[in-house]
């Protein structure tokens, strides 16, 4: 009855919303092809039994790096197909990810979409990254026997509520999991109160920990400033994944450092590409210097005729991380505003100084533990964020001891990668 209910609320969802996705599927081709994916249709040949891993968007993509590699290091023939809920963790995928065989767009999670999904796909064994629990693919999968991992999973105070609302299905779609690999004790607790079988959780750590760093050498940091027009003695405030609300105020905040530090370069990351427009329009209005990072990639004879702006925004994807190397500041988006906040891990790997805001919900533990250890500082808003950044900029000794206590907290905690391939490797043979 449970299942009956809430795909006969999938079905009127999905076909009162049919009209408007035709209409624009019809005039962007992008959205056609994504769609035609979504629907079931995915045009491939069946592999032979492979490992299909579910990883929603960027985040969950770049976390899942590290596993594919070690499960290609030991499994090299088997073939895996990935699937994401998002364009960009679709377009990170095909970039950052050749260890996939396929990258296609997550089915819509309707009994006869996956029923086609699974005919093509043939798994056998399914990896889902973080906290993905659609209640069809569960069930269909676990009907046919085969395996399911939740890996790296997660579960934030936001999404527990929501999943304690619905637990009469979920609690019912989470008996086909055969394994719960969980981040911390809390993630651990959450999944169990929302109908996890106790004695299919573990915890083994986050695989954020061991993200893979860019390949970079000194002589791809100094191209990467030289892209950028940088000469390595300006200071660099960055401002990466930010949100609807912070750019303002961190703009803003921006010229205010600059009494400070008058060779302060301010680059602004929005976490999604769609609102670069947006971005632009606040940046016409509130800065009278300021370029798109593509701009900057013209030849040097033109840059050198033009004035360093004084903020760029970037308006590239997959490169945040590589710039950080580059930083003197760090700001996380999405914590100055109730979004939740995004890694604060990256950053580290380059000993860098890292400060968030008030919302880090999505990221709760490890932004406690990395306070707690001096590797980083959680302000209250912005005005405390301004008064520890100017303390920050005149004090180049402690910029240099918070990123190496950030450093050591992630080091300290690396080791997720191996405990979750353990943990499935009796799957995978």
């Known amino acids: 009855m449970t299942y009956l209910l809430y795909n006969t609320l999938l079905t009127l969802l999905l076909v009162l919303c049919a009209p408007y996705f035709f209409v624009k599927g019809f005039f962007q081709k992008r959205l056609r092809k994504s769609l035609i994916e979504r629907m079931g249709f995915l045009g491939i040949e069946p592999f032979?039994?492979?490992?299909?891993?579910?990883?929603?968007?960027?985040?969950?993509v770049f976390c899942s790096i590290p596993l594919l590699r070690r499960i290609k290091k030991e499994f090299p023939h088997r073939k895996i197909v990935l699937t994401t809920m998002t364009s960009t963790g679709h377009d990170a995928a095909k970039g950052q990810l050749t260890e996939a065989d396929r990258v296609l767009f997550f089915p819509i999670d309707?009994?006869?979409?996956?029923?086609?999904?699974?005919?093509?796909?043939?798994?056998?064994?399914?990896?889902?990254a973080e906290t993905e629990l659609w209640p069809n693919l569960l069930r269909a999968c676990g009907k046919k026997g085969i395996p399911i991992v939740l890996f790296n999973g997660r579960v934030s105070e936001k999404s527990f509520r929501g999943y304690l609302l619905f637990r009469f299905l979920f609690e019912k779609s989470l008996k086909?999991?055969?394994?719960?690999?969980m981040q911390t004790n809390e993630d651990q607790d959450r999944i169990i109160k929302i109908g996890a079988p106790p004695d299919k959780t573990k915890v083994v750590g986050n695989l954020k920990f061991d993200q893979a760093l860019p390949s970079f050498t000194q002589e791809a940091a100094?191209?990467?400033?030289?892209?950028?027009?940088?000469?390595?003695?300006?200071?660099?405030?960055?401002a990466g994944s930010t949100h609807s609300g912070e750019e303002e105020l961190l703009m803003s905040l921006s010229r205010e450092l600059r009494q400070v530090a008058p060779d302060l370069i301010f680059i602004l990351a929005p976490r999604h590409l769609n609102r670069l427009e947006e971005v632009e329009r606040m940046l016409?209005?509130?800065?009278?210097?300021?370029?798109?990072?593509?701009?900057?990639?013209?030849?040097?004879?033109?840059?050198?005729?033009?004035?360093?702006?004084?903020?760029?925004?970037?308006?590239?994807?997959g490169e945040l991380m590589s710039l950080y190397s580059?930083?003197?500041?760090?700001?996380?988006?999405?914590?100055?505003?109730?979004?939740?906040?995004?890694?604060?891990?990256?950053?580290?790997?380059?000993?860098?100084?890292?400060?968030?805001?008030?919302?880090?919900?999505?990221?709760s533990e490890i932004a406690r533990r990395l306070v707690e250890e001096g590797g980083a500082i959680q302000v209250n808003g912005v005005e405390d964020l301004s008064s520890h950044l100017r303390r920050l900029l005149k004090n180049e000794k402690a910029r240099k001891e918070m990123g190496?206590?950030?450093?050591?907290f992630l080091r300290k905690h690396q080791g997720a990668t191996e405990r979750t391939f353990e943990e499935i490797r009796r799957f995978l043979t």
């Open 326 to 363: 580059l930083a003197t500041l760090v700001f996380i988006g999405g914590s100055l505003v109730p979004v939740g906040g995004h890694n604060p891990l990256e950053p580290l790997f380059f000993k860098k100084c890292v400060l968030f805001g008030p919302f880090m919900f999505h990221f």
């Open 110 to 128: 309707h009994p006869f979409i996956l029923g086609r999904v699974l005919k093509r796909i043939q798994p056998a064994l399914l990896l889902i």
């Open 222 to 238: 100094t191209r990467l400033a030289q892209s950028f027009g940088l000469h390595g003695r300006e200071t660099v405030f960055i």
């Open 284 to 317: 016409q209005k509130e800065s009278p210097s300021w370029r798109r990072r593509t701009e900057l990639s013209m030849n040097r004879t033109q840059r050198s005729q033009e004035r360093q702006p004084g903020v760029i925004l970037l308006d590239t994807m």
């Open 176 to 181: 086909y999991v055969s394994l719960f690999l």
């Open 404 to 408: 190496e206590r950030g450093y050591q």
């Open 48 to 60: 032979e039994s492979p490992i299909w891993i579910h990883a929603a968007s960027v985040g969950e």
